[in-house]
């Protein structure tokens, strides 16, 4: 283990009492892919040196991995008791709650709209360091919501009381929402298929982002000699 991992990021605040909605944490890609989320995890926590890190997840096109990655991540800085909180940001095709086994509403959406609070939306795992923010209530104006004035005032009061805040966004070259999502975060990692997303399309996706803080990039699906899966 290294001196980052036994580093604890702090918070401002308090951690949150867990009141909400419960859901279980999924095991998938977890049993094969754990050391290299491990990796994944150091290398981020040393990249970031703000105390508060808001970390959005992505991808060029859909299928890519992003939204495991986002799982897999948020529950390895949980696993250092590192208070976690995971954001389905993506109000058009939210997948979260169903992966956690927890309502899809109240949600992200509920808060940003003013008809839920933080302590119905926010669903608690049976992990005790990790929580979950699923999309919320349809909304037939995703794009409007996340440009509102809302957005990163959540955000702002979420990374006060979380060592951690993931988004799992929706992917980039789609629609606008992942690109509005990025204006909010101190990290971005790009998830990319190895030998399925088109070069050109990675690119376009790496020049929507050009000015935001995009960390690396998670080569998903790249097998190498006695590993699997994910390379960062």
């Known amino acids: 283990m290294t001196a980052a991992d036994n580093a604890t990021p702090r918070s401002e605040e308090r951690s949150p009492e867990r009141t909400g909605r419960r859901g279980r944490v999924p095991n998938e890609a977890w049993s094969v892919l754990g050391e290299e989320f491990r990796s994944l995890r150091t290398r981020v926590s040393v990249a970031l040196k ?6 959005l997840v992505t991808s060029a096109l859909p299928e890519e991995g992003k939204t495991t ?4 991540l948020a529950r390895s800085f949980a696993q250092m008791e590192w208070r976690t909180i995971l954001i389905d940001g993506d ?13 899809r509403e109240p949600g992200l ?6 008809r839920s609070g933080e302590g119905e939306a926010i669903a608690r795992t049976d992990h ?6 699923p999309a919320g209530s349809p ?8 440009q509102g004035e809302a957005m990163p005032r959540i955000l702002r009061d979420l990374a006060a009381r979380y060592a951690y805040v993931v988004v799992d966004s929706p992917p980039l070259t789609a629609i606008t929402d992942a ?7 101190d990290a971005i990692l790009l998830v990319v298929r190895g030998l ?6 990675v690119k376009d996706a790496l020049g929507l982002l050009q000015g935001r803080p995009v960390l690396g990039v998670v080569l998903n699906g790249i097998s190498a000699p006695k590993k699997y899966g994910y390379n960062y």
Request: aromatic residues 4%.
């Open 196 to 201: 399925v997303s088109p070069r050109e399309v």
């Open 109 to 114: 959406t509920d808060l940003l709209e003013g």
């Open 91 to 103: 109000l058009r095709k939210p997948d979260l709650h169903s992966r956690f086994g927890c309502a």
């Open 179 to 185: 690109h509005l999502l990025s204006g909010y975060a």
């Open 69 to 72: 990655v986002s799982m897999t």
């Open 128 to 133: 005790p360091h990790l929580d979950v923010l």
């Open 139 to 146: 909304s037939t104006g995703p794009a409007e919501l996340l």
């Open 50 to 55: 703000q105390r508060h890190k808001i970390i």
